[in-house]
């Protein structure tokens, strides 16, 4: 882990513990269920029924709560990949 005085050091984004449901796949691919444990600017944790491979391109379908955005229906659709997996 690089220290504070490396210019390669960024502190990691403040996470945010939300339990949301959450639609994900592989691009192009079936959607399946998830549910958030928290998430960031940089990304989301999230729990699976079946494992997905590390630094698999994923896409993930968020219905985000009225309270957070003001609106009745406001979804988020982000792309990213898998960049950890931690088995049951």
């Known amino acids: ?6 210019l390669s050091y960024r502190p990691r984004a403040p996470r945010f513990n939300l339990q949301m449901s959450i639609r994900y796949r592989q691009p192009n691919g079936e959607w399946s269920e998830g549910s958030t444990e ?3 600017r940089s990304g989301v ?7 997905v491979p590390e ?8 219905r985000m709560p009225w309270e957070l955005t003001g609106a009745r229906t406001a979804e988020v659709f982000c792309k990213g990949r898998v960049v950890r997996v931690v088995l049951p």
């Open 38 to 40: 928290n998430m960031s």
């Open 1 to 6: 882990m690089a220290s504070p005085n490396t």
């Open 55 to 62: 630094n698999t391109p994923i896409e993930l379908r968020v």
């Open 45 to 51: 944790l999230f729990r699976a029924r079946q494992p």
